[in-house]
C-alpha cells in the first residue's frame, strides 16, 4: 500500500509558475511509475504528466508539453510538477497517481494507476 501526499497548489496569476510535489510513503519508490492528472471543474479528469520509476522515460499530455516538467527525487520519496507559463485553463484540482511495476514504464491511463493522493488545488487567474 502506498499513500501519496500533494502539495504545492495555491493561487497564481497566468504566465506565473508553480511547483506541486507528492510525497509517497513505503521503501520501494523507485519500482513505482508516478503520474500528475488535473480535474477541473464539470471536466473529467485528464493525464497531465507521467515518470517512470528510474526516471528514465517521461510522458507528456500534449496541452502541458513545454510548460511543464514531471520530475522525481527517489531518496526523498517525492515527484515533482515543474508547472511554467501558466494559463487560466490549467485550472484544476492536481492528483498525484502510483503505478507499481512501473519502474520503466510512464503512460497516461489513469486506470493502470493504482494509488491515488487526495489533490491539491491549482488557481490561475487571467
Known amino acids: 500500500q502506498v499513500q501519496l501526499v500533494e502539495s504545492g497548489g495555491g493561487l497564481v496569476q497566468a504566465g506565473g509558475s508553480l511547483r506541486l510535489a507528492c510525497a509517497a510513503s513505503?521503501?520501494?519508490?523507485?519500482?513505482?511509475?508516478m503520474g500528475w492528472f488535473r480535474q477541473a471543474p464539470g471536466k473529467e479528469r485528464e493525464f497531465v504528466a507521467a515518470?517512470?520509476?528510474?526516471?528514465?522515460?517521461?510522458y507528456y499530455a500534449g496541452s502541458v508539453k513545454g510548460r511543464f516538467t514531471i520530475s522525481r527525487d527517489n531518496a526523498k520519496n517525492t515527484v515533482y510538477l515543474h508547472m511554467n507559463s501558466l494559463k487560466p485553463e490549467d485550472t484544476a484540482v492536481y492528483y498525484c497517481a502510483a503505478r507499481e511495476g512501473g519502474s520503466s514504464w510512464s503512460g497516461g491511463s489513469e486506470a493502470a494507476y493504482d494509488y491515488w493522493g487526495q489533490g491539491t488545488q491549482v488557481t490561475v487567474s487571467s
Open positions: 515518470v517512470s520509476g528510474s526516471a528514465g522515460s517521461t
Open positions: 513505503g521503501r520501494t519508490f523507485r519500482s513505482y511509475a
